[in-house]
Each structure stands twice: as structure tokens, then as C-alpha cells.
């Protein structure tokens, strides 16, 4: 089955106190990244690049260090490739129409 190459961004808001927490991204249950937060009054823009066959797919993001910070996520956007993604993180990677040469 062929793959198809998609980007998407999310905006991540985090409010913390004492040390800077640490937050992971999945896509499924794949790792796809882990940070340690250290702006204040600042957001993320956080840009995926997904190759994946076509299907259903949720990113999520969820905070390593729970005590001292709440991690808010918004603003799900495809930025390329055919695919849509709703406000909760469900990415659908449709086929694209691939010229035959």
C-alpha cells in the first residue's frame, strides 16, 4: 500500500511553576516526540511530519510531569498532503491522485 506524506500543526499551550515540565506527542501509540517546556507566555506551534498508509490516526499529547503544569492543545490544522484532522486529534489520511507516468 502506498504511504502518504502529511503535515500537520497544533498550537500547545502550557501554564507551569518550579521546573520546566516535559510533555510527549503520539501519533497511535508511536512516540513522535517529547519536550521540555521552558517558554512562559508563550504557545508552540508543533509541526508533524506524518508518512503513513492511508486511515485513521490520533495524535495526542500528554504531560510527563503532571505536578506542577496543565498542558492545553487547540488549532489542529493539515498544513499539506490529503488529509483532514478534527480538534481532538483524529487525522484521516485519505489517498492522494498520484499521476501514473
Known amino acids: 500500500m502506498r504511504t502518504e506524506f502529511v503535515l500537520t500543526l ?12 516535559r510533555y510527549r506527542c503520539y501519533v497511535n501509540d508511536e512516540l513522535f516526540t517529547e519536550r521540555t517546556w521552558v517558554w512562559t507566555q508563550h504557545y508552540l506551534e508543533e509541526q508533524l511530519q506524518i508518512e503513513a498508509p492511508p486511515g485513521q490516526y490520533v495524535i495526542r499529547y500528554e504531560l510527563v510531569d503532571t505536578d506542577n503544569a496543565k498542558l492545553k492543545t487547540n488549532n489542529y490544522r493539515v498544513t499539506r498532503g490529503s488529509a483532514t484532522v478534527d480538534q481532538k486529534g483524529n487525522l484521516t489520511i485519505r489517498e492522494s491522485q498520484h499521476e501514473n507516468t
Open 10 to 21: 497544533t498550537d500547545i499551550y502550557c501554564k507551569w511553576s518550579g521546573q520546566p515540565p
